[in-house]
Each structure stands twice: as C-alpha cells, then as structure tokens.
C-alpha cells in the first residue's frame, strides 16, 4: 500500500525508475528513483515536511532527501544470520 500510494504521488513529479521499501526499518526508509534529477528535486521540495502526501492517514512529517548512493538502510536479523551460517557450516563439514 505504501510503495502503491507513493508511486502515484512521486508521478506528479515525473517518470518513476524504482521504488524501494526498507518494511524492516523502524524509522519508515524507501527509496524512489526517478528518471531525470529535476523530477527528484521537484519531489524533494515538494513533499518534505508534508504529512498529507498519501491522502492524509501518514503519522509523521515526510523527510525527503537526496540517497547519497552508499547508505544501506536494510535491517539485519544478525543473530538469525549467525545461526544460520553456522548450521551451514556445520552441514557442509
């Protein structure tokens, strides 16, 4: 529901490359990749601080930004991943 209401809010901006819901991270993190720069500023100016965006049922002020390209949002289980490595370890020999 979120990544469908905030695709057709970011198409007012322009053409919509991508869009990429973070749903493990608690502070709310997608990422909307729009085919030209100008449509992401647009989008930037437009939607920062709004918390009416997606029809008037978000809980907090939107803080949109540029993505600096490296900064990963995914949520790691990492005691989940250690047992899993070493169940796989121990399968394998």
């Not at 500023?41 to 918390?51: C, K, N, T, V, W």
Request: aromatic share 12%; net charge negative.
């Amino acid at each position: 529901e979120l990544e469908e209401k905030l695709g057709e809010t970011c198409t007012k901006f322009g053409e919509v490359e991508k869009i990429t819901v973070f749903a493990k991270n608690p502070q709310g993190v997608v990422i909307v990749k729009f085919f030209t720069p100008g449509a992401a500023s647009e989008a930037i100016q437009s939607l920062h601080g709004q918390r009416d965006w997606g029809g008037g049922w978000a809980t907090r002020p939107l803080w949109a930004n540029f993505w600096d390209g490296v900064t990963d949002f995914t949520v790691r289980d990492e005691e989940k991943e250690s047992k899993d490595m070493k169940k796989r370890h121990e399968e394998f020999g």
